[in-house]
C-alpha cells in the first residue's frame, strides 16, 4: 500500500491533474466527501487531502510515503528524514520581505509579522540584522498597515495583494514552487513503486 499526502487549497487543483496524466485518479465523488482518506482507481494507492503544513509532519512519522506540499512549507518545517525528488513547477511564487518603503527596513530591532517564522530569522540572521518576530496566520499585509510590525516575510505572486495594501517587495528571500517529497525510509522499502510513479510523474511535467 502507499499512500500519497497532498496539500489542501490552490496546490490541489494543480496536482489532480498531474497524478491523472501519470495514471492515478479519484472520483469527484471522493473528492467531494468528508471522506479523510480517499479511495484512487488503484487498489494498491491512497489519497489522504490535508492542510499543507502537516504534509511534512504526516511523512516523517511514516504516515504518509509520498506529499506533495510548497518549498515554503519544507523550508520552513525542516526536512529531516524527506527526500525531495522533484519540482512539479506548480504553484511558483517567491517568498519575500516588503514594506511600506525600503526605509522602514532601516530600525535597530525589525518588527517582523509573518507565518514563515524560521524562514523569516534565517533571513535576517544572516544579515545580523535584530528582530522581533510576530507570528501570524493569515493576512499578514494588514501588519505594517496597522503599525504592528515594521515589514512582513510573505509569498509574493503577482504582487497584486501588496500593491493593494501599499506594500512594495524590498528583498527576494527563496523561488518557491510545489514538490514532490517522499518519507526516507519508504524510499528504502517502497523503492520501486516510489520510484515508478516518480518517473511517470516527471514524464508528464
Ligand atoms: P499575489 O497578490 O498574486 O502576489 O498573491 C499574494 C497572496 O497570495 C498572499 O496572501 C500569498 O500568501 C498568497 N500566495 C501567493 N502565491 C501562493 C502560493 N503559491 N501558495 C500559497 N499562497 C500563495
Not at 525531495?84 to 517568498?95: N, P, Q, R, T, Y
Request: hydrophobic content about 45%.
Amino acid at each position: 500500500m502507499l499512500t500519497i499526502a497532498l496539500s489542501k487549497g490552490r496546490i490541489l487543483e494543480q496536482t489532480l491533474p498531474l497524478l491523472k496524466k501519470a495514471g492515478l485518479k479519484i472520483a469527484d465523488a471522493e473528492l467531494n466527501s468528508r471522506k479523510l482518506i480517499l479511495d484512487t482507481n488503484l487498489d494498491d494507492v491512497k489519497v489522504i487531502v490535508i492542510r499543507a503544513t502537516d504534509v511534512p509532519v504526516f511523512l516523517q512519522h511514516g504516515a504518509a510515503d509520498i506529499g506533495i506540499a510548497g518549498k515554503d512549507v519544507l523550508l520552513e518545517h525542516g526536512a529531516n528524514g524527506l527526500f525531495e525528488l522533484l519540482d512539479l513547477g506548480i504553484a511558483k511564487c517567491k517568498l519575500m520581505v516588503a514594506a511600506r518603503d525600503e526605509g522602514k527596513l532601516k530600525q535597530s530591532t525589525l518588527k517582523i509579522a509573518t507565518k514563515y517564522v524560521n524562514s523569516a530569522k534565517r533571513h535576517f540572521e544572516g544579515k545580523n540584522q535584530q528582530i522581533e518576530i510576530i507570528k501570524l496566520y493569515g493576512a499578514m499585509e494588514l501588519a505594517p498597515v496597522v503599525g504592528l510590525a515594521h515589514c512582513i516575510v510573505d509569498l509574493v505572486d503577482t504582487g497584486n495583494t501588496l500593491k493593494a495594501n501599499g506594500l512594495v517587495p524590498l528583498e527576494h528571500i527563496e523561488n518557491i514552487s510545489t514538490r514532490l517529497v517522499v518519507n526516507a525510509a519508504s524510499f528504502k522499502t517502497k523503492n520501486v513503486q516510489i520510484k515508478s510513479w516518480v518517473q511517470a510523474i516527471e514524464k508528464n511535467l
